[in-house]
């Protein structure tokens, strides 16, 4: 088991900056890709970036590129979610979860967080 806890979400305005962090703990959190998805209200859950075990590959979701950067620090089993110019249209609960490999489809995950909100005013 991997318990997964994210940390960091708030209300910003357009243009602001959050850093999302989801500490884990159980078993190996080294082992893991790491994962970042979000749902918006009355929308689907989806894929925002991920980072292989190692943390030497990422990956993000078109929509997110350029804006966001995800990292890991396996000596902290921690994983990060670093958002910058953040929009209206990023307004959703970001959730984190661990998988066995690089996946961007939640049925991949074995492991999820609570979740975080993060709301942006215009």
Known sequence: QVQLVESGGGLVQAGGSL????AASGRSFSGYTMGWFRQAPGREREFVACITASGLYTYYANSVKGRFTISRDNAKNTVY???DSL???????????????????????????QGTQVTVSS
């Open 19 to 22: 850093r999302l962090s989801c």
């Open 81 to 83: 979610l670093q958002i």
């Open 87 to 113: 929009k209206p249209e990023d307004t959703a609960v970001y959730y984190c979860a661990a998988a066995p490999s690089s996946s961007s489809v939640s049925k991949d995950y074995n492991y999820w967080g």
